[in-house]
């Protein structure tokens, strides 16, 4: 966490600390983050827990209907999950959801939210006292923040993080055999199942959080979001036309997308299909270096594609780096025009 916070922490940074980095036993955390994003950009600052009960569980039971193996994970039973599933068959009313999840839904999550690596984060983004509580307080922090020019991101990351968690816990496999793999044309992150396979979430919002939502290149802002006209697009590093030259591979895996901006992607003097001066190299390193320190699943797909040790993948993208400037005659020494100080 240290290496991904650095010496001087945004709020941005403490928020995707416990994102990307906490520890995903369960999806609480998940749905609490999606709730509180929902929630402060009505300026309330004093939630209660019936307002934030409604968030919460709506958040949840759209999880649950994509995978339902949260109890999978806890081994205890839980008034809440019972609650939802309850109510998607008909058997409570939504007004006997929102008092159930009130009641229950909050005994571990609004003390745990902040923890990360067994510490919590210097920065809160609610207050809560246990004893009696009945509401949260929202801080300036988480204010501050979804005002700045990440806020709009903020949710799909949740999101995309969310689905990759649950989608190790459905496939019901060890996580050490789970390789996700990316959709060129789609630009979607899929793992494979015989016969089949299974879709998980936007390669932008699985990538934004580990580069600070900064391009890899320039580090200017980028969005995730769709309609923006700032939109970041998905570049190979190393280029895709060595996709036949046996160079890179896998030249479509994870290690090797980052997320740019079109201008240095694609502009005026972009990138195209040249490989980038080597001083991205290790860039490239300890951006794959945070995934590598988040949980799975990308962790292990990352591991099976570049080496067990810091030092093997140290190698691997050196030694690919080599191979592709001697091997094809393409330009290795692009790098933008400008840059603005360095977010990782």
């Not at 209907?65 to 599933?85: G, H, I, K």
């Amino acid at each position: 966490m240290s290496e991904f916070w650095g010496d001087a922490p945004s709020i941005e940074d403490y928020w995707r600390g416990i994102i990307l980095f906490g520890k995903n036993v369960a999806s609480y955390k998940f749905a609490l983050a999606q709730s509180l994003l929902e929630l402060a950009p009505g300026g309330k600052s004093i939630i209660t827990l019936e307002e934030l009960a409604q968030a919460y569980a709506r958040h949840t039971l759209e999880h649950l209907r994509l995978c339902d193996s949260q109890s999978q994970q806890t081994n205890v039973p839980y008034p809440f999950l019972e609650a939802c599933r309850r109510y998607d068959r008909g058997e409570i009313s939504y007004e006997e959801l929102i008092a159930i999840t009130a009641k229950e839904g909050f005994k571990i999550v609004l003390d745990k939210f902040h923890n990360v690596n067994k510490a919590e984060t210097p920065m809160r983004f609610f207050a809560y006292e246990r004893r009696g509580a009945k509401a949260i307080a929202l801080t300036d922090e988480l204010f501050g923040m979804l005002e700045g020019n990440q806020g709009q991101n903020l949710p799909q990351e949740v999101d995309a993080r969310w689905r990759l968690v649950e989608t190790a816990w459905e496939l019901k496999v060890s996580r050490n055999l789970i390789g996700v793999d990316y959709d060129a044309d789609l630009e979607l992150l899929f793992v494979r199942k015989p016969m089949s396979r299974v879709n998980i979430t936007s390669c932008r919002g699985a990538l934004n959080g580990y580069q600070r939502g900064k391009c890899f290149y320039c580090f200017g802002d980028i969005s995730i979001i769709s309609s923006a006209t700032d939109l970041t697009d998905v570049d190979h590093f190393f280029p895709r036309v060595l996709i036949n030259d046996n160079i890179a591979h896998p030249i479509d895996g994870i290690w090797n997308l980052v997320l740019a901006c079109v201008s240095c992607n694609r502009g005026v003097g972009g990138k195209f299909d040249q490989l980038p001066h080597k001083r991205y190299l290790e860039r490239l390193n300890t951006r794959n270096e945070f995934l590598i320190g988040s949980h799975h699943p990308l962790r292990e797909t990352l591991i099976q594609q570049t080496g067990d040790s810091e030092l093997k993948r140290r190698s691997f993208l050196e030694r690919n780096y080599n191979a592709a400037k001697t091997g094809r005659l393409i330009n290795s020494n692009w790098q933008p025009a400008f840059e603005y100080p360095p977010a990782f």
